[in-house]
């Protein structure tokens, strides 16, 4: 998705909205976050002129419910790593051209099987 800008940066309002928690509702921004206490409901954060306006105030309330675990727009603004968040903009990475690998932690048994696994497939390819 291309993010549009204007000449002050701020986004477009016919651009498509690249932030969690943000939606374009007649011409404003909006923002808000499902509560997983209420079974996903969604709660009403308010409504903002720009989309960076709502996806920061969505980051405060989502951080502020999930702490760490939270998926941010900025979570560089929470001293966290930029891959903590999936909707970073490419022109905010580091530019080192590494790619960056998110994992799941399971348990150690699927670990041992997955890389069992990995290790089986080569053993079998290469006899043949």
Known sequence: MNKG???NGETNMSADIQYRGVRLRKGKY???IRHTGRGGARVWLGTFNTAMEAARVYDRAAYRTRGQLAILNFPEDYNLPPSSSHFHSSSSS???GK???ELEYLDDKILED???FED???N???SK
């Open 5 to 7: 800008k204007s000449n």
């Open 30 to 32: 909006c923002a808000e």
């Open 94 to 96: 580091s530019g080192t």
């Open 99 to 101: 790619e960056v690998i």
């Open 114 to 116: 997955l890389l069992n």
């Open 120 to 122: 089986n497939g080569k």
């Open 124 to 126: 079998n390819n290469g």
